[in-house]
């Protein structure tokens, strides 16, 4: 299904305008890029849908130029000295994930594995295969990511949404790569990106193009209305390892933990009307609607929308880019698993 059809699906009247002009990129600096300009079709969609796709957000020569980039990227990982930390989302109520490389990486390029390649501590699949992401701090340690993170028309967007101290707190490509890219259960990113009122949004770029073959992102439209958050992927002070126990500095794991309902909408959507917080009933929300889109769009996601990707079960790759951000006058607690380094803070866009 394309950005067209989630609209339609949404709500068949209102469309989401995909036909938009082009134009040169000259606010970059770069007048060979063309991209679409964000709309007012774009903020509307956001609104209703929790979810707004811009089609050629960048130009064929950026993506080309961030994949082969990635290539690097992915060849530059040496597993010899890596503690084989893998991902998981903690979706699962027996999962306890986050090591020290994990707390360590909110500025940094750390690589983390399929669940899937790894067995008794040893890769069992190709090093350039067994990376599911790369993160968490490619918007501060990276330049072509930083770049792009940082972009006018990325502040642009922002600025449209409505954030008054919008800052990044976490950036990542995600690789899901041919046959092993595991699936992402349906979440609210809210929930592991939690501010006081909430204000969490992810920037999510296709670098390949994304179907229902290689898993794309999947959305509730709509979900972020209706939606609170009721869980939070928290820190714990358990150590998550034998290794981490040893250490005097050790801050534990993550787990996910039931909390009071919280519900708030941030602007834009704060005037949709809704200001109490709705009785939640998993039971009655709609199916998701695939979101395919080409190489080259851009994703928005409120913080409270309801998503998923599924298995990558196909031999093609879906590597992606992804930042989110939150507003810096909101509380971030200290409870978030993602904490800056001591003396720095969340970077401001
Ligand atoms: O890219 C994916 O598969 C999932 C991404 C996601 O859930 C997110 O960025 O919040």
């Not at 967007?157 to 919008?166: A, F, H, M, N």
Request: proline share 6%.
């Amino acid at each position: 299904m394309t950005a067209d059809t989630l609209a339609a699906a949404a709500t068949p009247t209102t469309p989401i305008n995909t036909s938009i002009t082009a134009r040169a990129g000259a606010k970059d600096g770069n007048k060979n890029a063309v991209y679409h300009e964000f709309s007012d079709s774009h903020l509307q969609a956001f609104k209703r849908d929790g979810c707004a796709v811009i089609t050629n957000f960048l130009s064929a020569d950026e993506i080309a130029s961030l994949r082969a980039h990635i290539s690097t990227l992915l060849d530059a990982f040496d597993p010899t000295d890596h503690p084989m930390t893998t991902f998981a989302t903690g979706m699962r109520d027996d999962q306890h994930i986050g090591d020290q490389y994990f707390f360590d990486s909110s500025d940094k390029t750390h690589y983390f594995l399929e669940e899937d390649a790894v067995a008794n501590g040893q890769l069992v699949v190709d090093t350039r295969r067994a990376i599911n992401k790369i993160g968490h701090g490619l918007h501060i340690d990276d330049p072509a990511f930083n770049a792009l993170t940082h972009s006018e028309r990325v502040r642009h967007i922002v600025r449209e949404l409505g954030y008054e101290d919008p800052r990044v707190l976490q950036s990542m490509v995600i690789c899901k790569q041919p046959k092993i890219g595991g699936a992402v259960p349906l979440h609210q990113d809210s929930t592991f990106l939690f501010t006081r009122p909430l204000s969490a949004c992810g920037f999510w770029i296709a670098l390949e193009d994304c179907t229902l073959t290689n898993g794309c992102l999947e959305v509730i439209p709509g979900s972020h209305l209706s939606t609170p958050i009721t869980r939070r992927f928290v820190r714990t002070r358990r150590p998550s390892s034998a290794a981490d126990a040893e250490k005097a500095d050790t801050p534990g794991g993550n787990e996910m933990i039931d909390i009071e309902s919280v519900f708030s909408l941030f602007p834009p959507v704060r005037d949709s009307g809704k200001t109490e917080p709705p009785v939640p009933n998993s039971d009655a929300l709609p199916e998701c609607i695939p979101i395919e889109v080409k190489a080259g769009a851009l994703v928005l996601i409120h913080g409270q929308v309801l998503h998923r990707s599924s298995h990558n079960h196909s031999d093609k790759s879906r590597w992606i880019y992804t930042f989110h951000i939150v507003d810096g006058t909101y509380d971030y607690d200290e409870r978030n698993w993602l904490q800056m380094p001591a003396g720095t803070q969340l970077t401001k866009l």
